[in-house]
């Protein structure tokens, strides 16, 4: 067996590392995408997904080349491995996989603008981190698909080491109070035992559930089309950057 040394690429994923710690990005596999889909040139955004864009099927909307926009969706989709800031974009318009229209299809093309705006950003796993926990994010919108008015979740993991209780995230009030109140009420029956469950966990001390702003959930940009400003502040708490950017 012969030590190749550290790995550096793997499966389209680029490994490099630092003082800072572990870089993992696709800056390759993006370029080559820009340069298939004749993007590499095309003109700048500073987000995936336009703000408050929601998309449906319309009745007489003008059809797109079906076999190329699964195509384009899939190859796209492998990015969200090291890029979390594409997941909710994405997730819109995948769902549209079975009748593409015009406005899908320029959906995409606008993720592939962000993208070319971006192509080296990835995750930076960072050494000597101050506070060692392990914290979730987590948050849903309510019937937000058009079509269906079916729900979107979404959640991240944050982890450190450590031995503390995991922080819990919300910035539901409602969610909290119930989560912490000692007495069963009829009206959470239907979630009588996932009630007891957390609460158990919280009673162990395994869990914590802090409320917080809804400005500072991170999930949000799992679950909605958030402005630039917000998007970029999330994105610097993600640990997503650019570690070839010049300084």
Not at 84 to 103: I, R, T
Request: proline fraction near 4%.
């Amino acid at each position: 067996m012969k030590d190749l040394g550290h790995l550096k690429y793997f499966l389209g994923i680029e490994v490099s590392r630092s003082s800072e710690g572990i870089f993992l990005s696709q800056r390759k596999y993006a370029l080559d995408l820009l340069q298939e889909t004749g993007m590499s040139g095309c003109q700048l955004v500073n987000t995936p997904i336009e703000e408050g864009l929601k998309l449906c099927v319309e009745p007489n909307q003008v059809s797109t080349d079906k076999g190329r926009y699964q195509r384009l969706v899939g190859r796209l989709m492998y990015l969200a491995h090291t890029r979390p800031d594409l997941a909710y974009a994405l997730s819109v318009v995948s769902q549209y996989m079975h009748n593409p229209g015009e406005q899908h299809m320029n959906a995409f093309m606008r993720i592939l603008r962000y993208l070319k705006n971006a192509p080296r950003k990835g995750i930076l796993f960072a050494k000597n981190v101050n506070h060692q926990s392990i914290e979730v994010y987590t948050d849903a919108d309510w019937a937000g698909t058009v079509d269906d008015r079916r729900s979107t979740s979404g959640y991240f993991y944050l982890c450190y080491l450590s031995r503390q209780p995991i922080r819990l995230f919300c910035d539901n009030k409602a969610a909290c109070d119930i989560a912490h109140n000692p007495v069963q009420h009829d009206r959470t029956n239907h979630v009588e035992v996932d009630r007891f469950f957390i609460k158990e966990k919280l009673d162990d001390k395994i869990v914590e559930l802090p409320k917080i702003r809804s400005e500072d959930q991170l999930a949000d940009i799992l679950i909605k089309a958030v402005s630039s400003q917000v998007f970029s502040k999330f994105l610097d708490k993600l640990g997503m950057c650019d570690i070839y950017a010049p300084t």
